[in-house]
C-alpha cells in the first residue's frame, strides 16, 4: 500500500472475488479503473469480495494482492474483506425488511425455472411471495420490492440505459436462501459506504448497474457515476473469468502484461515500452490515459503478444 498524495475527493476502487488467481480479463478491470482513480488525482482502494464460501480458493486473495503489487499498483487503503462486514450487510437487510421495502421469499429454484418469462438478468422473478408477508427468518432468502418505473443512468462510454426493473428483472435476491448474502446488496453498501465515487467495471455488470441504483435509492444512498469498460474473451467470444479457468497471468511477465492490457484497453503504447521498467509503464499510461479511445467498437488484439 502506497498513498497517491492529496486527492480531490474521487474514489474508485477494484474488486476482485477470490476464486482463483488474477487473469488477464480482473487485470483489464485493474487497469482502467486504476487510470481513472490516478488521472483524476483520486483514492484507489482494493475490496476482496469473499461472501460465497463454496466458489472460492483458499490463499487466492493474497495471490491477488501480490499479483497487483508485482504489477505495480498501489493502493490508499488497507484493503477490505466483505467476509468481515456481514453484520453491516445485515443491518442493511433489517431495514429494509422492517420498512416492507425487501420481503421474505420462499420460492425454490425448480419453482423459479418453472416460470417461461425471461429477461436481460435471466429468468424474471412472477412476484409469487411479494404479497405473502412470510414472518422474518434468518435461513430464507429476501428479496427487494421493486418499483414499476424504470431506472437510468447515462455511462460515458456506452451511453444511456434505462431499465423497468418490476417488468424486466422481477423483485431481485437481496439475501440468497442458503443464508448468504447476495452480491447485489453487499456492492451496494460498500460503494456507499467507502464513499466510491465512479464504479469502473467490466460491461458485463452494466445491467447490474440498474439493480444497485435502485437498491441505493431505496437505503437512502447517493449513487457513484459508473463506467463499464470492455471485457477480454478468448477465441470462442466467451468472457475471460475464473469460472471459466481463464489462465492466470504470469507476474514474471507483469510489464508485458500491463502494455498487453493497455493496447486492449485502446491506448497504443508504443513499442519502445517493451523494455521499459513497470514504473515507466505507468507513468507513460497516466500521461496518455484517454477514455475516447475506448468509445466505439475495439479490436479484440490477442492476449498472448504485445505488438
Known amino acids: 500500500m502506497a498513498p497517491s498524495g492529496n486527492s480531490n475527493g474521487y474514489r474508485g476502487r477494484f474488486a476482485p472475488s477470490p476464486t482463483g488467481p488474477l487473469h488477464f480479463g480482473s487485470l483489464i478491470a485493474a487497469i482502467a479503473s486504476y487510470l481513472q482513480a490516478r488521472c483524476n488525482a483520486g483514492q484507489w482502494l482494493i475490496r476482496i469480495e469473499d461472501i460465497d464460501p463454496p466458489r ?7 495471490d ?3 499479483s497487483l503489487a508485482t504489477h505495480g499498483f498501489e493502493w490508499d487503503e488497507e484493503p477490505l474483506w466483505q467476509s468481515t462486514r456481514l453484520d453491516i450487510y445485515a443491518a442493511a437487510l433489517s431495514d429494509l425488511l422492517s420498512q416492507d421495502r425487501a420481503f421474505i421469499c420462499h420460492c425454490t429454484r425448480k419453482q423459479l425455472q418453472e416460470n417461461p418469462h425471461t429477461g436481460p438478468l435471466g429468468i424474471i422473478y412472477p412476484g409469487t411471495c411479494s404479497t405473502k408477508h412470510y414472518p422474518v427468518d434468518a435461513g430464507s432468502a429476501v428479496r427487494l420490492r421493486c418499483p414499476a418505473t424504470p431506472v437510468s443512468f447515462a455511462d460515458p462510454l456506452q451511453g444511456e440505459f434505462s431499465l423497468n426493473l418490476r417488468a424486466e428483472v422481477g423483485d431481485f435476491i437481496l439475501r440468497r436462501g442458503d443464508g448468504r448474502v447476495a452480491y447485489h446488496l453487499a456492492v451496494t453498501v460498500d460503494d456507499a459506504l467507502q464513499g466510491i465515487t465512479e464504479v469502473v467495471r467490466g460491461s458485463d455488470l452494466l445491467l447490474s448497474t ?4 435502485e437498491l441505493q435509492r431505496q437505503l437512502h444512498y447517493s449513487s457513484p457515476r459508473y463506467l463499464h469498460v470492455p471485457i477480454a474473451t478468448d477465441e ?6 475464473k469460472q471459466a479457468h ?9 510489464h508485458l502484461n500491463l502494455l498487453r492490457g493497455l493496447q486492449f484497453l485502446g491506448q497504443n503504447p508504443p513499442a519502445t515500452l517493451k523494455t521499459a521498467s513497470i514504473a515507466q509503464i505507468w507513468c507513460w499510461a497516466t500521461e496518455h490515459w484517454s477514455l475516447s479511445a475506448l468509445k466505439g467498437p475495439l479490436e479484440q488484439p490477442e492476449i498472448g503478444h504485445f505488438k
Open 56 to 62: 472460492e480458493v483458499a490463499g487466492a486473495d493474497h
Open 246 to 254: 481463464s489462465a492466470s497471468i504470469d507476474s514474471d511477465d507483469a
Open 236 to 241: 470462442t467470444g466467451k468472457k475471460l473469468s
Open 64 to 66: 491477488i494482492l501480490k
Open 210 to 213: 440498474h439493480c444497485h441504483i
